[in-house]
Every structure is written in C-alpha cells, then in structure tokens.
C-alpha cells in the first residue's frame, strides 16, 4: 500500500507571451506591428511576477506529489515557470502536448514520481471537429507496484462570444461539454473494459460546469464507476466551491461554485473512504469575502494566484 496526494488546479493564463499595454493608442499598437516585434517594456509588458509567486504558493500549498494544471502555454513556460518559482519543490517531472485550443493554453501534469506513459486524445473527432476543446490527457504512473493512471481535462468554457446572460450562454455551451463528458466515459471504459470501477483512476480537471440540476457533467457525476468527492466528502455544501467568478451581473450566490473537480474511480473511493479533498483558498483575491481565512502575502483586491483554487486528496493506491 502506498500513500500519495493528487492535485488539480487551473493555474489562470500561465502564460510567458508579451502584451501591449493598455494604455497605447491603436495608432501606436499598429505602428509597432508594422516595425516587428521588437521587446520595448515601455509598450509591452510581460507576466506579473508577483502572481506567478502566488500561482506557486498555491501549488506549494498542496504538499502534492502530481499536480494536474490547467491554462499553461507551452513546455517551455511550465520549465521556466519551475525554474524560477518552484526550483526546490521537487517537481522533476513534467509533461505537456500542444492541443486544441486557439488561445494556446493547455493541460500540464507536473510530478515528483516518473511518468511511464502518456496519450493524448486531442485527435478524437465529432465529425470534422475536435471533441475536447484542449485535451483528455491520459497519464500513468506506477506507486508501489500498483498503476495509477490520470485523465486530465479542461472542459469547453460555459461563456461563450454573444449578447445572452450567464445562463443563456451555459446553456449554449452545455452540449460540448455533455460530449466531452460522455467522450471521457468512452476512454475509460475502452481502456478497462469491463472493469472500469474495480481499477486505479482518476478523472480530475475544470470542467466549466456546476454539480446542479441543470449541469452538463450530468453522465459523470451519475456514474456508477466514479465518486465527485468535492460533493459527497466535504459535508457543508457552503465549502464545496473551487472557484470564484469576480462579477456584479450574477448574483453573489452564483459567483462560488464548484467547477474543479476530483472523481476517484470506484476502487480508489471505495479503498479510501476517509479521503477528503482539500481546497486551497488562500490564493483568492481579497473580493472573494466567502472565505475569511489568512490569504498569501501579495493578494491584494485586484490580485491573487488563480480564480480558481487547488484541490487536493491523499488516499491510498491498492
């Protein structure tokens, strides 16, 4: 038997790209275009690194062996992101695939135990387009003598381009997700035929939608194969928020919702039944009042680690 911690946290625009500043004119943002891109901090700015200490706080703050993140740019931004953040953390091994999505973030794993295999499905199709907005990132590892393997997923966003309300666009976007939902359900059961709950697994990642009457991820949390343990191990319904929406146009009650998520398949939940996940809030903006515990040094109102906060569990692998 072997004790271990898994993470899963969207890291929020964990990017290394340059930007315009906000305060150039069209006239100007044009003029340096047209000249190339030449790195001039008085008109491009890079990362705050302020926030990327936080980004790590937060991801320190887990004590977790695998971390599964989401929004990360590319391999070279996660190895500089450990480098010059997380340089004595331990995290020797990490991995990342170009996938989907246009913006260019991904789906990242980062691990102090050796990964022994990877897939990617990025290619599955629904017709002529790609079912996962980013990916289903499959990785396995070996604690102990037993495998452990990993699906991380960042699901399609539930605010979509268009003049709707918050609901509307949900709503809008619910079938995607319903797709990629069903599309992780196929993974698993093809890859453990027909024993998906008697194996060591776990689906984890945002999933852009809520644990509710009306949610998308209706065919996972249904599942017989698979516990959300956000939902059933932490006993205050209040306390099972992972993310905080920094909006006046929904209600304050909307703004906390849980939409990171850990499922342990069957036989992990069933092996671990005091396992409760741990939510990590102290990266959060100070705006975010629902929680009134000690925040990292450097929040402020206007800046924190992610809006989205770590979730972690240890259990057991058997």
Excluded at 7 to 13: D, R, Y
Excluded at 123 to 143: H, K, M, P, Q, T
Excluded at 275 to 302: C, E, H, N, S
Aim: net charge positive; with cysteine; hydrophobic share 35%.
């Amino acid at each position: 038997m072997s004790t271990i911690t898994v993470a899963t946290f969207n890291c929020e625009n964990l990017f290394r790209r340059f930007r315009f500043n906000e305060n150039l004119s069209k006239e100007q943002v044009e003029k340096k275009i047209k000249d190339g891109f030449i790195i001039d901090k008085a008109v491009l700015s890079t990362v705050n690194q302020t926030e990327r200490k936080l980004t790590a706080d937060a991801i320190k703050a887990t004590k977790a062996d695998i971390v599964c993140l989401q929004e990360v740019e590319n391999m070279d931004t996660l190895k500089n992101f450990l480098s010059e953040y997380m340089s004595s953390s331990g995290y020797k091994y990490r991995m990342l695939i170009d996938a989907n999505d246009p913006r260019l973030i991904d789906v990242a794993i980062i691990s102090k135990i050796p990964i022994s295999y990877v897939k990617t499905h990025q290619y599955l199709r629904n017709g002529s387009s790609a079912v996962f907005s980013r990916d289903c990132l499959e990785a396995e590892f070996i604690i102990g003598d037993k495998p452990l393997t990993l699906f991380v997923n960042h699901f399609k966003s539930m605010f979509d381009k268009g003049d709707l309300t918050p609901a509307q666009k949900r709503a809008k976007t619910a079938a995607r997700r319903e797709l990629q939902a069903q599309s992780v359900l196929d993974i698993i059961k093809q890859k453990y035929k027909n024993k998906p709950e008697k194996s060591n697994w776990i689906v984890l990642g945002d999933l852009n939608d809520y644990p509710d009457d009306k949610t998308s991820l209706k065919k996972l949390l249904e599942s017989s194969w698979m516990e959300n343990i956000v939902q059933t191990r932490i006993s205050d319904p209040a306390e099972q928020w992972t993310h905080f929406w920094d909006t006046t146009t929904v209600p304050v009650e909307e703004r906390y919702k849980q939409i990171d998520y850990i499922f342990l398949s069957k036989h992990l939940a069933n092996a671990n039944p005091t396992a409760v996940p741990v939510i990590v809030r102290k990266g959060l903006i100070t705006k975010a009042t629902q929680y009134a515990g000690a925040r990292f040094t450097g929040v402020t109102d206007k800046q924190g680690a992610s809006d989205h906060c770590p979730v972690a569990v240890t259990f057991n692998v058997v």
